[in-house]
């Protein structure tokens, strides 16, 4: 069987998904990407990339959400 996570691609995608942990953001996945053997580059890339890819989402269905919520409590 092959490997995702171990090559290039996979430690990118690893990366990248860390950053969008609220918790976890850039404070684990720049120190995950640089162990994993990533140069700092892609690793920052990776980070970032993964980082921002919520907001729109967010802002989005931010009015939606609060407005459920809203209509649940009453």
């Not at 691609?9 to 690893?14: H, K, L, P, S, V």
Request: proline share 7%; charged share 5%; hydrophobic share 65%.
């Amino acid at each position: 069987m092959i490997s995702f996570w171990g090559t290039t691609i996979g430690n990118f995608a690893m990366t990248f998904l860390i950053a969008m942990i609220p918790v976890l953001e850039l404070r684990a996945a720049i120190p995950a990407g640089v162990i994993a053997g990533l140069n700092i580059q892609t690793v920052l890339a990776a980070a970032i990339m993964g980082n921002l890819l919520p907001i729109p989402f967010i802002i989005v269905f931010i009015k939606p959400a609060t407005t459920l919520l809203i209509a649940v409590e009453d």
